[in-house]
């Protein structure tokens, strides 16, 4: 069982950053691939970002590619989400999840339905 918290959401100018923190309970949390999920009112959720449980690949979608930065600290059971150069369109929930990964298994990083636990969402706000 893995419960996750996340944090550091905001109202942000657009061009401006912020970074999101996803606190992780649980002794497995390496064992875990990670998710940052966005969901603007009225949308489905989606994926912005991923990362496998060793950091060794991480994977974005293409409206936040070259902005956002998945990035994890298993020390410390935590997943983070730099998000810099913030477009007013980015303004969402954003959901950190997560899904054990077992060696060599291929998941679908971007499906909903592939993440086992969710945090509870914190909003972002980016003003024009």
């Known amino acids: 069982q893995v419960q996750l918290v996340e944090s550091g959401g905001g109202l942000v100018q657009a061009g401006g950053s912020l970074r999101l923190s996803c606190a992780a309970s649980g002794r497995t949390f390496s064992r875990h691939a990670m998710g940052w999920f966005r969901q603007a009112p009225g949308k489905e959720r989606e994926c912005v970002a991923a990362i496998s449980r060793r950091s060794g690949r991480t994977y974005y979608a293409d409206s936040v590619k070259g902005r956002f930065t998945i990035s994890r600290d298993n020390a410390n059971n935590t997943v983070y989400l730099q998000m810099n150069s913030l477009k007013p369109e980015d303004t969402a929930v954003y959901y950190c999840?997560?899904?054990?990964?077992?060696?060599?298994?291929?998941?679908?990083?971007?499906?909903?339905?592939?993440?086992?636990?969710w945090g509870q969402g914190t909003q972002v706000t980016v003003s024009s």
């Open positions: 999840a997560a899904f054990f990964q077992p060696f060599g298994s291929s998941p679908n990083w971007w499906g909903v339905e592939q993440y086992d636990y």
